[in-house]
């Protein structure tokens, strides 16, 4: 279990209906539906994903966040999860407000292009960064809007999307992000969890 | 053809309001049952065949002597496995192997009722079938399920019975018969009403049934199974039994011959009018016409979990009619999942051992009914 989805499971309150957008596996929804008792359902692009959340009992639908989000009705889910996703996406702007528009709230993760290490690799060797929340070469990576924790925590900002709650997330230490610590969370955490609602 | 041996048959006391006004009374409903119902009567799954299909969906079917239509799916530890679940199948009326249908006599005129027969329609079908619920005492099923014409059956009787199954699986279907599919049955239809021998439906004896109508139906409604690359892919030019083209019309390629067989062993299983009847309650299928155009009306009554599954290849139903059915369920927040099955076997790939589509449809099923 990764500490993100444990994170992640702490903003979610017991009985709640959550849709996890792009939920893979269905780890975190596994792990939702026994510790949350929570009402969920997934949205999946892969059909061996799709096979495997199956396998585990789970509900999922086959689809592209991109397109079929727009079938969910306006606030039709308490929580919306977009885990790590949200940069492969092409236009993650779309997503964003689908994701506000079918949940009462969204919770969205983002590996952060900020953190210290992929500055440090661009610095020194000049090639794309690969870490291990980024484990792809710049020609077969998913990842075609990286983003910053600065990045994301401006553009939410400017686009009038309030924030609950913001945690940076580093060597399995969660820590809240503000206004005054965020250069530094920007430099010093791997991602970032946002709890947002509009 | 109705042959009367190994066939189980309920008569329905119960009269039965048709779509068409016209009401039929203490009718026939044959079946077949497999695996047992447990104490608690939680474990039915009630299965629909398609166009062509019948009662007998594994094993050997004993009039035809062949395997049941879907023996890839149903059977001991299969994906609808006997061992755990109590599965029941009934011929559709209008059909031909035992359930009331044109081939049975007309007591006004003591010959076969032809197309003196009332049309049908899904919804007659599975209201008909209702009847099996309490004619082996089931409050709830646990699974209702089909391909096809039986995913249209599924679809109709959680509609119409919004609390007796728990789990609902439409498969390769669609809510509403598109243009296309219309076309093609008509087409078949068309080819049946051609052959001399169908004389407006009024043929009885062996020898003058309308074989080769049927057959060419039968031919045309095949192609629409299978998929181009799987044609492709099986056939190709291939010919058949000979080293040349032949400059004649004779079968030169294979797939002519393999057209051929399958016309023509279908014409010693069916029956012609009922041909025309079941695919004239296909065309008449539009769920969302029955709730004013809303699709989501027609489940807004049922707390099913519901699970939609299509295929890459399939043509006839393809994968955006299914998804228009999840779509429908999910503007009202009901339980659904979805997957669409990688498959180049073409709407039959529901009928066929395409692995993907029967673990799917296991763990579905499995995994409900622990929750259950």
């Known amino acids: 279990m990764k500490n993100e989805f444990q994170v992640i499971a702490e903003l979610i309150e017991k009985d709640k209906k959550v849709l996890d957008v792009g939920c893979g596996d269905g780890t975190l929804m596994e792990f939702l539906k026994n510790n949350k008792k929570t009402n969920i359902r997934g949205l999946e692009i892969s059909k061996n994903k799709v096979q495997e959340c199956i396998a585990k009992g789970l509900t999922v639908i086959e689809g592209n966040a991109e397109k079929d989000l727009t079938q969910f009705p306006d606030k039709s889910f308490d929580y919306v999860v977009l885990s790590q996703t949200l940069q492969a996406f092409l236009n993650p702007e779309l997503v964003i407000n689908e994701l506000l528009r079918v949940g009462k709230k969204a919770i969205v993760t983002i590996p952060n292009f900020g953190y210290w290490r992929i500055r440090l690799h661009l610095l020194l060797k000049g090639t794309m960064p690969i870490t291990k929340t980024l484990p792809d070469e710049w020609y077969n990576t998913p990842n075609i809007h990286m983003c910053s924790i600065k990045d994301f925590f401006h553009f939410v900002k400017s686009r009038n999307i309030k924030i609950f709650k913001s945690l940076a997330i580093n060597n399995q230490n969660a820590s809240i992000i503000n206004d005054s610590n965020l250069t530094i969370k920007n430099f010093f955490a791997d991602l970032g969890i946002f709890l947002i609602e509009k | ?372």
């Open chain 2, 1 to 372: 053809m109705n042959t009367e041996n190994n066939i189980k048959t309920l008569i329905v006391k119960k009269p039965l309001k048709l779509d068409c006004g016209k009401t039929i009374n203490e009718f026939p409903i044959a079946y077949e049952t497999y695996g047992s119902l447990n104490k608690k009567k939680d474990n039915a799954i009630l299965v629909f065949h398609a166009l062509t299909g019948d009662q007998f969906v594994t094993g050997l079917n004993p009039v035809t002597k062949k395997d049941g239509w879907w023996s890839y799916a149903v059977g001991p530890d299969k994906a609808i496995d006997t061992k755990k679940y109590f599965v029941i199948c009934a011929n559709v009326i209008g059909g031909c192997m035992g359930s009331f249908g044109p081939s049975h006599e007309d007591p006004n005129t003591g010959t076969a009722f032809g197309t003196n027969f009332p049309v049908i329609t899904i919804n007659d079908m599975v209201n008909a079938q209702y009847n099996l619920l309490d004619h082996f005492g089931i409050d709830k099923l646990f699974s209702i399920a089909g391909g096809s014409m039986g995913g249209m059956q599924v679809l109709q009787f959680i509609s119409n019975f919004p609390d007796k199954a728990k789990t609902v699986i439409p498969i390769a279907c669609t809510s509403s018969h598109s243009a296309q599919n219309i076309a093609f049955n008509e087409l078949g239809r068309q080819a049946i009403a051609a052959d001399s021998n169908w004389k407006n439906g009024n043929y009885s004896s062996e020898d003058t049934i309308p074989n080769k109508g049927l057959a060419v139906a039968r031919m045309a409604a095949h192609i629409t199974y299978l998929s181009k690359k799987g044609l492709q892919e099986k056939f190709g030019r291939k010919l058949q039994e000979r080293e040349d083209l032949k400059f004649g019309f004779d079968a030169d390629f294979q797939i002519e011959s393999y057209l051929r067989y399958q016309g023509s062993v279908f014409v010693d299983r069916f029956d012609a009018n009922s041909y025309l009847y079941i695919t004239r309650a296909m065309d008449y299928f539009d769920l969302a016409k029955q709730f004013k155009g809303n699709l989501s009306d027609a489940f807004r009554a049922t707390r099913a979990k519901f699970f939609i599954i299509s295929f890459t290849s399939d043509w006839l139903y393809p994968t955006q009619e299914n998804k228009d059915i999840v779509i429908a369920l999910n503007s009202i927040g009901a339980d659904v999942g979805f997957v669409e099955i990688e498959s180049d076997k073409g709407h039959d790939s529901f009928l066929l051992d395409v692995p993907d589509f029967l673990n799917a449809l296991k763990n579905f099923l499995d995994k409900s009914y622990i929750e259950n």
